[in-house]
């Protein structure tokens, strides 16, 4: 398998160089893009993100996905193995937008961000009162330190984001968290 994805790479990185022979304007960069599987290949794929897979660890932080309408949270935290931060280099710098910042009050009794004051009080709030380790509660997020946002909005219920994909990319950790939200 792993003969057959080098083979495929090299046939996608020489049509690109071939291409950009002829004067067609194509980036060999472009033509790489990682293949990853199940729900993190959608919510990465829908922030349009270009990331080349050996240099990355997927991790699921949450699924709760799943009944007939298949609504639920999914959290990912995507670590790197060198600066990933040129794979971000269209995302927003802080401070969150209004939306943004919207979309992440209306989920935070699910999965808190602590990229505000106020989510950053309500995060300390939260675990001062609730000290058991329960799986149906609140995943709160590590501080997170300076870094890139991307927010795509899926849909709305009544004037509010209830559907959207939130990436957050920390350049300090090298680290990226993907949160969807489906209702």
């Known amino acids: 398998m792993k003969k057959?994805?080098?083979s495929l790479l090299a046939i996608l990185i020489l049509s690109a160089l071939a291409l950009s022979s002829l004067g067609c304007n194509v980036d060999w960069r472009e033509a790489v893009t990682t293949v990853f599987s199940g729900t993190e290949?959608?919510?990465?794929?829908?922030?349009?993100?270009?990331?080349?897979e050996e240099i990355c660890k997927?991790?699921?932080?949450?699924?709760?996905?799943?009944?007939?309408?298949?609504?639920?949270e999914s959290v990912y935290k995507?670590?790197?193995?060198?600066?990933?931060e040129k794979y971000f280099s269209d995302w927003n710098?802080?401070?969150?937008?209004?939306?943004?910042?919207?979309?992440?009050?209306?989920?935070?009794?699910?999965?808190?961000?602590?990229?505000t004051d106020e989510l950053r009080e309500y995060a300390d709030e939260f675990l001062s009162?609730?000290?058991?380790?329960?799986?149906?509660?609140?995943?709160?997020?590590p501080p997170l330190g300076q870094g890139l946002w991307k927010l795509?909005?899926?849909?709305?219920?009544?004037?509010?984001?209830?559907?959207?994909?939130?990436?957050?990319y920390d350049a300090e950790s090298n680290t990226?968290?993907?949160?969807?939200?489906?209702?």
């Open 4 to 6: 057959i994805t080098i």
């Open 41 to 52: 290949a959608r919510a990465i794929q829908r922030l349009d993100l270009k990331i080349p």
């Open 58 to 72: 997927v991790e699921v932080l949450r699924e709760t996905h799943g009944g007939t309408q298949n609504d639920g």
């Open 78 to 84: 995507i670590t790197f193995s060198e600066d990933a």
């Open 93 to 115: 710098e802080l401070p969150l937008s209004a939306e943004a910042e919207e979309s992440l009050h209306y989920i935070r009794s699910y999965v808190l961000v602590p990229l």
């Open 129 to 141: 009162e609730n000290t058991d380790d329960d799986e149906e509660g609140a995943l709160i997020l």
């Open 152 to 168: 795509k909005n899926r849909g709305e219920i009544s004037g509010h984001i209830a559907e959207f994909t939130f990436g957050f």
């Open 176 to 183: 990226a968290y993907i949160i969807e939200n489906d209702m």
